[in-house]
């Protein structure tokens, strides 16, 4: 359950991320002047991003992937939690005018992905080795 809790916050933080990335590369293609200079910097854009978009979604697969790892799912719940946050800070910051409410519910799937994430985060932290006898955590020497 809790796999499938983790991977449904991995997917909901997807469209946070997009809008965020393509919001900030539009700054860049929109300040440009005439068209063969919107077109090279549409070009330039996808020449820049391309990279790092392939590089984030290998690490949204790679953050899915550890969700199914009862080790490492608190790290992996903890980087959602920090991207849906990330992601939305940048597109609350490039949106210059007041939040309405139909803005906040277009950030309604990123909060859920961070309410998730911290859950998970919380529940899964590791509390340290176990004693076997009482139960409890043994002290470090």
Same mark, same amino acid.
Request: overall charge neutral; proline content about 4%.
């Given at each position: 359950?809790?796999?499938? #809790?983790?991977? $449904? /916050?991995?997917?909901? &933080?997807?469209? /946070? +991320? !997009?809008? =965020? @990335?393509?919001? !900030? ?5 929109? @300040? ?12 330039? @854009? ?7 978009? +392939?590089?984030?979604? *290998? ?9 199914? /790892? #009862? ?9 959602? #939690?920090?991207? *849906?946050?990330? @992601?939305?800070? &940048? $597109?609350?910051? +490039? ?14 799937? =990123? *909060?859920? #992905?961070?309410?998730? !994430? +911290?859950?998970? !985060? &919380? ?5 340290? %080795?176990? /004693?076997?006898? *009482?139960?409890?955590?043994? %002290?470090?020497?």
């Amino acid at each position: 359950m809790r796999e499938l #809790a983790h991977l $449904l /916050s991995v997917v909901l &933080v997807v469209p /946070s +991320l !997009a809008f =965020a @990335s393509m919001f !900030a590369a539009l700054g860049h293609v929109t @300040s440009a002047t005439g068209f063969l200079a919107f077109l090279l910097a549409i070009l330039e @854009s996808i020449v820049v991003l391309l990279p790092w978009l +392939l590089a984030c979604l *290998a690490l949204l697969i790679v953050l899915a992937l550890l969700g199914f /790892s #009862a080790r490492y799912r608190w790290a992996a719940a903890i980087c959602v #939690a920090g991207i *849906a946050i990330g @992601s939305t800070g &940048v $597109l609350v910051w +490039l949106d210059n005018r007041t939040l309405t409410a139909g803005d906040a519910a277009f950030h309604v799937p =990123a *909060a859920v #992905a961070v309410v998730i !994430a +911290l859950w998970l !985060a &919380v529940s899964e932290w590791p509390r340290g %080795p176990k /004693s076997a006898a *009482a139960g409890t955590a043994t %002290p470090v020497q």
